[in-house]
């Protein structure tokens, strides 16, 4: 008697569970045809989930909002304050529920990658006609264990900008940004001296570990110098190289050369000084170069990191785009991130922002080549670096890290030498945790 | 005689009712205790629904990540006691937990001192009593975390006005950083913990204070007590069970200080102002090693505990 209920609709149903099984089975030919009807299935009509950080929202939002306008996929944006990305990154993948699309700090890739949150996308990447061309220190970041998970979404260099109305104004050459560390020094130093008042020389984010990260790097690499080994496990913050450039910025401070807030300045204000016209010579994203004013108070000129002695570098920073290893719909997903990198996103949004283009082949486009300064990020590119540690966050961004007060003590204590002998070991320790 | 009557008839009225009830009726009494156990089961079941699946499921859950290496995704394998034995070895949750107790002594203290003396001056009925009450009580209404952002601003030389009174004043002639030093930083936070909570104390201790009788105070007076006398001998004494209650309170939210430092000083200048709940925080969502988290929390759950227990003894052995 139970049974006779129970099996009657699975007789019924079965009609369609053949029917079912033959439309998977017809849909499953289809996605396994040519990449063009690939592609076309891809755009679905799908609403795909995609989380970036807040403080990379503006470039990601243009690119969203260009393709849902051209598209059936709908991408939904969801924007998260920056000090709070790992932490929400890190709930939704335990509770299994990231979204389909997430951006990544660039830094952070090796961290993710070695703990399975992205999709391998290696046969993905490298159909693509542009696939050499994408910036390759992204590339290499979003590689583990040679398979490839993220693509390069936003680039964000660290470069000089000065502001020529308080050069001319403190009877420096406007046309000649420093090219050396100590000229650096010595500019900054000369507009506190000149002009005075609310207007200090340089300014940097003195108990941000990040921002030191991306600022004083560059003049460590410039100078010849490395701050860790190549795999990342070991730190070299006490190279002769690195020494000397912490003990100028050492002085700087011990001149009143930096106003008193920068040691406090914790990361989120650390760029909003520069666009007031209250500095004159600091190192900045290359990003915020679309929102800086050009008025009577500011004129921005760009210039590349200089080191101790000469040279220049950046730190290549930005984010990664890749697919999580949770969603349900990759192809969608792949869609969305595969359009982004096309030639009509990077120059027509990306480019025409003055944003960096995320291809070396387009680096020189219509947009880029009307602003010599554009012209110069773009330049350095190549030269840049992205150290790699597979610690890197909890190591250098956390604020309860290890290098915050290392860095700290070299800038504001007394002897910026033993402070960086001293603070290496830690900092190694910190690399080399499991 | 009418007495007696009416006895018999109370009697005959109870005989009657039992008798109305035949032996062959006795299951209906099993079944009327069924109903009433069933009913009580029924009133019960959602609150140990909630307690099993908001505070045992997760509890049961806590103690078996500590003694597995668990990973964001994927499945976790067995590593005890690894995440316990790698506690000593982490130099930051050691430094958290001296100082989570050297801010949970300094706060309980100057909180129940601030709070009593708040209850004492407004314990009487007078003019503008009511409306000190409420400006008082009215930082409780404030979200914590809402609270701690407030105070991120007042104390910015950048954006808050303290910074400019001062100078105005003359007190300081520079920009002063209220988080800058480790005691700043501490002190600071300290602020703005008693500004968010000292009215609510306030408000409970009121309650102990009103349900003092005032017979007391008028025999005391009678006695030729002086007001310290009257406070020390009869205030105090009856105000125990409130205090009792506030230390509890105060001890453990303290001991799991978040969001006042997570917001206001992120545990900086140089970790000084680290809890033992922030590094748990870090373990689990800047290292992802959730396991290690788990461990930690296991054990800050068993000094909770432990400590609770020796304050609640105490406590009742005076009484």
């Keep these: 008697m139970a049974g006779t209920p129970l099996r009657r609709p699975g007789v019924r149903s079965l009609p369609l569970l053949l029917l079912l099984l033959v439309a998977v089975v017809l849909s499953g030919c289809g996605g396994n045809g040519s990449p063009s009807s690939s592609t076309a299935s891809a755009d679905s009509g799908a609403k795909i989930t995609f989380w970036t950080r807040a403080a990379t929202e503006a470039a990601s939002r243009r690119l969203v909002d260009g393709y849902n306008a051209s598209h059936k996929n709908q991408v939904e944006l969801t924007v998260i304050p920056t000090d709070n990305y790992q932490p929400r990154i890190a709930a939704a993948a335990g509770a299994k529920n990231l979204p389909d699309v997430f951006a990544s700090d660039v830094i952070f890739m090796p961290q993710y990658t070695s703990?399975?949150?992205?999709?391998?996308?290696?046969?993905?990447?490298?159909?693509?006609?542009?696939?050499?061309?994408?910036?390759?220190?992204?590339?290499?970041?979003?590689?583990?264990?040679?398979?490839?998970?993220?693509?390069?979404?936003?680039?964000?260099?660290?470069?000089?900008?000065?502001?020529?109305?308080?050069?001319?104004?403190?009877?420096?050459?406007?046309?000649?940004?420093?090219?050396?560390?100590?000229?650096?020094?010595?500019?900054?130093?000369?507009?506190?001296?000149?002009?005075?008042?609310?207007?200090?020389?340089?300014?940097?984010?003195?108990?941000?570990?990040?921002?030191?990260?991306?600022?004083?790097w560059p003049s460590i690499w410039?100078?010849?110098?490395?701050?860790?080994?190549?795999?990342?496990?070991?730190?070299?913050?006490?190279?002769?190289?690195?020494?000397?450039?912490?003990?100028?910025?050492?002085?700087?401070?011990k001149d009143g050369v930096v106003p008193s807030s920068a040691k406090d300045e914790r990361g989120p204000t650390w760029t909003s000084y520069f666009p007031k016209g209250l500095i004159g010579v600091m190192p900045m994203p290359s990003t915020t170069l679309g929102q800086m004013p050009d008025n009577d108070k500011v004129k921005v000129g760009v210039a590349p990191?200089?080191?101790?002695?000469?040279?220049?570098?950046?730190?290549?920073?930005?984010?990664?785009?890749?697919?999580?290893?949770?969603?349900?719909?990759?192809?969608q997903a792949w869609d969305f991130i595969s359009w982004t990198l096309s030639d009509q996103a990077q120059v027509?949004?990306?480019?025409?922002?003055?944003?960096?283009?995320?291809?070396?082949?387009?680096?020189?486009?219509?947009?880029?080549?009307?602003?010599?300064?554009?012209?110069?990020?773009?330049?350095?590119?190549?030269?840049?670096?992205t150290p790699y540690a597979l610690n890197f966050g909890a190591t250098y961004n956390d604020p309860n890290g290890p290098w915050i007060p290392v860095a700290r003590d070299a800038v504001f204590g007394a002897e910026a030498a033993k402070a960086l002998t001293d603070g290496a070991p830690t900092i190694t320790k910190a690399l080399q945790q499991q | 005689m009418g007495k007696t009557a009416s006895m018999g008839a109370i009697s005959t009225q109870t005989h009657d009712t039992t008798s109305l009830q035949p032996a062959g009726r006795r299951p209906t009494r099993r079944s009327w205790w069924r109903s009433r156990s069933l009913k009580g089961i029924g009133y019960t079941t959602p609150t140990a629904v909630i307690v099993v699946v908001l505070f045992l499921a997760p509890l049961v859950l806590v103690f078996w990540m500590a003694l597995n290496r668990w990973p964001l995704l994927g499945s976790p394998t067995l590593n005890a006691p690894d995440n316990y034995t790698q506690i000593p070895d982490n130099p930051l949750f050691v430094q958290a937990i001296r100082f989570t107790l050297k801010y949970t002594v300094i706060i309980?203290?100057?909180?129940?001192?601030?709070?009593?003396?708040?209850?004492?001056?407004?314990?009487?009925?007078?003019?503008?009593?009511?409306?000190?009450?409420?400006?008082?009580?009215?930082?409780?209404?404030?979200?914590?975390?809402?609270?701690?952002?407030?105070?991120?601003?007042?104390?910015?030389?950048?954006?808050?006005?303290?910074?400019?009174?001062?100078?105005?004043?003359?007190?300081?002639?520079?920009?002063?950083?209220?988080t800058g030093t480790p005691n700043a930083a501490l002190f600071s936070t300290i602020a703005l913990v008693i500004w968010r909570f000292a009215g609510f104390q306030m408000l409970i201790l009121l309650v102990g204070l009103q349900s003092i009788p005032s017979e007391l105070y008028e025999a005391a007076r009678v006695d030729g007590a002086t007001r310290w006398q009257t406070f020390r001998r009869v205030t105090l004494p009856l105000l125990r069970p409130t205090l009792a209650l506030l230390l509890?309170?105060?001890?453990?939210?303290?001991?799991?200080?978040?969001?006042?430092?997570?917001?206001?000083?992120?545990?900086?200048?140089?970790?000084?102002?680290?809890?033992?709940?922030?590094?748990?925080?870090?373990?689990?969502?800047?290292?992802?090693?959730?396991?290690?988290?788990?461990?930690?929390?296991?054990?800050?759950?068993?000094?909770?505990?432990?400590?609770?227990?020796?304050?609640?003894?105490?406590?009742?052995?005076?009484?």
């Design chain 2, 248 to 319: 509890v309170v105060s001890v453990s939210g303290s001991l799991l200080a978040f969001d006042q430092f997570f917001i206001l000083t992120q545990g900086q200048p140089d970790n000084s102002t680290l809890t033992m709940v922030m590094v748990i925080y870090r373990e689990a969502f800047f290292r992802f090693n959730l396991g290690g988290a788990a461990a930690l929390s296991v054990v800050v759950l068993l000094v909770l505990v432990a400590l609770n227990a020796l304050q609640l003894r105490i406590l009742r052995r005076n009484d």
């Design chain 1, 222 to 253: 410039a100078g010849g110098g490395e701050v860790m080994n190549k795999d990342g496990t070991q730190s070299t913050i006490d190279s002769p190289q690195s020494v000397q450039v912490f003990q100028t910025y050492n002085q700087l401070w």
């Design chain 2, 108 to 178: 309980t203290i100057v909180l129940l001192l601030i709070a009593l003396g708040l209850a004492l001056l407004v314990q009487e009925r007078r003019r503008g009593v009511g409306f000190l009450r409420t400006i008082y009580l009215l930082p409780s209404g404030v979200g914590f975390a809402a609270a701690a952002l407030l105070f991120y601003g007042l104390y910015s030389s950048e954006i808050g006005p303290l910074d400019g009174i001062l100078r105005s004043l003359h007190i300081i002639d520079k920009p002063f950083s209220f």
């Design chain 1, 115 to 216: 703990r399975g949150l992205f999709l391998d996308i290696t046969d993905r990447i490298d159909k693509l006609p542009f696939k050499d061309s994408l910036a390759p220190s992204h590339i290499e970041l979003g590689t583990y264990q040679d398979r490839k998970y993220g693509v390069p979404h936003v680039l964000d260099l660290s470069v000089l900008f000065y502001n020529k109305v308080l050069y001319q104004k403190a009877g420096l050459d406007p046309d000649k940004p420093p090219t050396t560390l100590k000229e650096f020094a010595d500019q900054a130093r000369t507009i506190r001296q000149k002009v005075g008042g609310k207007v200090y020389g340089t300014f940097w984010g003195g108990s941000c570990g990040g921002c030191y990260v991306f600022t004083y």
């Design chain 1, 305 to 331: 990191i200089p080191g101790p002695d000469g040279g220049e570098s950046t730190f290549v920073g930005g984010d990664s785009l890749g697919i999580s290893a949770t969603s349900k719909q990759p192809d």
């Design chain 1, 348 to 385: 027509e949004i990306v480019a025409k922002n003055k944003d960096i283009v995320s291809r070396t082949d387009l680096a020189s486009n219509k947009y880029s080549d009307a602003d010599p300064r554009v012209v110069l990020i773009n330049q350095m590119v190549g030269k840049g670096r």
